[in-house]
């Protein structure tokens, strides 16, 4: 509709099943260019994402003709199928479900420099409490037994079995 304005920026954060820390330094950019391909040919705009070796982070500007629930289904199925074909991964798959989070113009600097500054960030915080922050902060109400599966936790817990 040519009278229809939108600007919705939004910060989504998906991980890697079991949490494993598949995606290697040099399979990073590569990712990150395929995934920034989808959201562009669905018609949003990736302003931002940061690949680590066990989650991502992107931010875009929502197409407000596409629904983010589609847009992250599409974005982990295609992903998910060239990690196992580009790189051999034939276990690679994403976890189940995403957090997504809205800001607004005024916060689009911080958000990609937090994005762009994950090495930083989980020197001092892990995964789980950076994403359990976001939850607590966005006022999310949770049940941590549908969060990600946290794998180091697991194993923790079997080590001091």
């Known amino acids: 509709m040519p009278d229809t304005y939108t600007q919705l920026y939004i910060h989504v954060v998906f991980a890697v099943s079991s949490r494993q820390a598949l995606i290697k330094p040099h399979f990073s950019s590569e990712i990150q260019r395929y995934i920034t391909g989808i959201v562009k040919n669905k018609g949003s705009r990736l302003l931002a994402i940061k690949a680590m070796p066990d989650h991502v982070h992107i931010l875009l500007a929502l197409d407000p003709k596409t629904s ?13 199928g060239f990690m196992k074909k580009k790189f051999n991964l034939s276990l690679f798959s994403w976890q189940s479900g995403y957090g997504a989070f809205s800001y607004s113009k005024s916060q689009i600097d911080s958000v990609i420099k937090y994005i762009l500054n994950q090495e930083d960030h989980h020197r001092q915080k892990s995964f789980k409490e950076e994403y359990m922050k976001i939850l607590v902060d966005f006022g999310v109400e949770y049940d941590e037994k549908y969060l990600f599966h946290w794998i180091y936790e697991e194993e923790e817990e079997n080590s001091s079995n």
């Open 68 to 80: 983010i629930s589609d847009l992250m289904r599409e974005v982990k199925a295609s992903s998910s």
